[in-house]
């Protein structure tokens, strides 16, 4: 094949006469309106239901008060759970995967001390860089490792 056969064709080649009198905007028509009567007619006949908001009859003499229904107390709602958000100028997040016991057992040593967790956390790392340097870590457990 040529090159000229691979070109693709401009749409305005050879088209120096590009007559666009043709198109021309079309005149704004009104449009009529359907009558109102006509169109409540056909939607009740269909089953649509108005979303108009229907007059209120209020009774011109007030009824006798009935005997009161027993009032239902709803249970309270519960307690929602303190937030651990503080400003502490640390920025970064660190995301761990731990079992159920471990999270628990964290939480529970940060509460009985009073610390908020990025302190905890850095607690435990303090504390494993002591063991680490007295050469007193426990045995690592053995696991699978992907290198």
Known sequence: MS???????SIFDGD???DLSEFT?????????ADKEALREV????????REPEAVKIPKEPKPAKAAAPVVVAPPAPEPLP???YRT??????????????????????????????????QA??????LAAR????????????E
């Open 43 to 50: 939607a009740e006949k269909k089953g649509f239901v108005s």
């Open 125 to 130: 790392v303090a504390a494993l860089e002591i």
């Open 3 to 9: 090159e000229a056969g691979n070109a693709r064709a």
């Open 83 to 85: 937030q651990r958000r």
């Open 89 to 122: 100028g640390r920025n970064r997040q660190l995301n761990l995967k731990v079992s159920d016991d471990i999270l628990r057992r964290f939480y529970a040593l940060a509460d009985s001390q009073d610390l908020i967790l990025g302190e905890a956390f850095e």
């Open 135 to 146: 050469n007193e870590l426990p045995p690592r457990p053995k696991r699978l490792r992907w």
């Open 25 to 33: 905007p079309r005149a704004k028509t009104a449009k009529p309106r």
């Open 16 to 18: 120096d006469d590009f």
